[in-house]
């Protein structure tokens, strides 16, 4: 069995949760996003979002983050099965990006990506694409950020 | 301070074109970023990107998305009164961003709207594009954003 194969769709993928500290996301900010709201709690509070929160860019980093801890369980379990991983390769981009609820200082947010599609490419034979929804839920249920994801996979 | 912002959502009109960077893209901020959220070995080492299909030591897509963002808050989104963004609607990486590569490119105002829903608040769509110092499109995004009225608090 090819790593490919291993990929199951419909398959809900638990990436865990990840709780952003103000220290973090005023770091992230400060590099990448230094709007008022990302980076000082009392010009939040006259915002749109009332509160200190996370650049967007910042919670889908942190998801890349918890992807590649995931995988490399998954990667330690398929070798342990006598199968052979698959090697992630390069992504073709990300569509319907939404954040939907602001991230707070304090949130933790669980990170979950469903496998909706994977096929051969014609142009590369050694490599095939995987899709997927990804939605990240707040500590109260709430759906925070979601994105359709590619990613480039060996065959 | 709202009243101290240059461009409020009236600025925003399509066809408005705020130039990008140049925004030089080291090695150091590269794996800097990968080892912090995307430690893949292209984006960490020199050879291992090399074996890869990037080519080389090659940025993170997300760190690409946070670059542009960078450029676009240097640009015009501080002298705003934006009030950040609800979503993206796509995210192309066309090419690989390598370690050296100097950015630069444009955000154009697609079309704009104030929000019935918010009033005050109005709702403007961008399009961005990043280009290498070989003018090769590097990566390519449309997306919303919020931006205050200049008759609720704004002024020039």
Aim: hydrophobic share 40%; charged share 20%; with cysteine.
């Amino acid at each position: 069995m090819s790593g490919f194969d291993a990929y199951e769709i419909g398959k809900r993928q638990d990436f865990g949760s990840h709780t952003f500290t103000a220290e973090e996301i005023i770091a992230f900010a400060k590099k990448y996003d230094p709007q008022s709201f990302h980076l000082d709690a009392e010009a939040a509070r006259d915002s749109l979002y009332g509160g200190l929160c996370a650049s967007g860019w910042h919670t889908t980093a942190i998801w890349m983050k918890k992807n590649l801890e995931h995988r490399d369980a998954w990667t330690a379990q398929l070798k342990a099965e006598g199968k052979v991983p698959p090697v992630m390769g390069p992504s073709p981009g990300i569509t319907n990006l939404k954040w939907l609820r602001p991230v707070f200082a304090g949130d933790s947010v669980h990170y979950f990506t469903t496998i909706t599609s994977k096929r051969k490419l014609r142009s590369k034979p050694l490599w095939g694409i995987i899709e997927g929804h990804t939605e990240g839920i707040n500590q109260n249920g709430d759906k925070v950020v979601c994105f359709d994801n590619a990613v480039l996979e060996s065959l | 301070m709202l009243e101290n912002k240059k461009y409020a959502f009236e600025d925003f009109t399509p066809g408005t074109v705020f130039h990008l960077g140049p925004y030089p893209v080291s090695a150091e901020e590269i794996i800097a970023f990968a080892s912090e959220f995307d430690p893949q070995p292209m984006h960490l080492d020199e050879d291992a990107g090399k074996q890869s299909l990037l080519g080389g030591l090659a940025a993170s897509g997300w760190h690409t998305c946070c670059m542009l963002m960078r450029m676009m808050i240097d640009s015009f989104v501080l002298d705003s009164a934006s009030q950040g963004a609800p979503g993206v609607d796509f995210v192309q990486w066309k090419k690989p961003v390598l370690a050296g590569d100097i950015l630069h490119g444009t955000s154009t105002v697609l079309s704009s709207r104030p929000l019935q829903s918010r009033p005050g608040l109005g709702l403007v769509q961008m399009r961005q594009e990043l280009f290498n110092q070989r003018d090769e499109l590097v990566a390519a995004s449309e997306n919303p954003f919020f931006v205050l009225l200049r008759d609720k608090g704004v002024s020039s």
